[in-house]
């Protein structure tokens, strides 16, 4: 079967029982990658706050809602709740600021993985923090995930090349999280 590929951005939410790519680009947001290996039925969210009050069209912007979506796209697919496992990717702090108020990467990467222990859901793997961006690539079919992170990058360049769905110059290493 040939495989396809999706492009998601911020508050997006896909699954698919079809071998499909997944694209993502974060900066400070999250996406949550989930698989059903025994029906080979996988996922990805793009999440930019944990919570918050954003009407219907917007409610994939954020963690509580995007997880819910995601969840529940899979098992329309065919996945099963029981089965699933995690891979977590994001929450870089490409602007290099810190602090309580400020610090939505890590609140991010925090609600993510507490969402995931509480449902049950084990993380087999996930590449988080840090200060570069990262492109996603995730396989619905096997499950494995490709990060590549993006160097040398100007702080709006993200905005940028999310507008263009494209990634910005300066590709660092791919890691291939099986």
Known sequence: MKTGEVTIHI??????????????????????????????????????????????????????????LLIGAIMKAGGDRRRLVAKVFGG???????????????????????????????????AVGGRYPRHVHFHTDSGRAFVKHVRRVRPHALAEARARAAPPIGYGSITLFD
């Open 11 to 68: 508050g997006g939410v896909y699954a698919s029982e079809r071998p499909t790519i997944i694209k993502t680009l974060l900066g400070s947001c999250v996406a949550v990658c989930l698989h059903d290996p025994e029906r080979a039925v996988g996922g990805m969210n793009h999440f930019m706050l944990p919570r918050g009050d954003g009407d219907d069209a917007e409610a994939g912007r954020f963690g509580v809602h995007a997880m819910d």
């Open 92 to 126: 870089a702090n490409v602007l290099e600021l810190s602090g309580s108020v400020v610090d939505v990467p890590r609140r991010n990467i925090d609600f993510a993985k507490t969402f995931l222990e509480e449902e049950g859901i084990p993380v087999l793997s996930a």
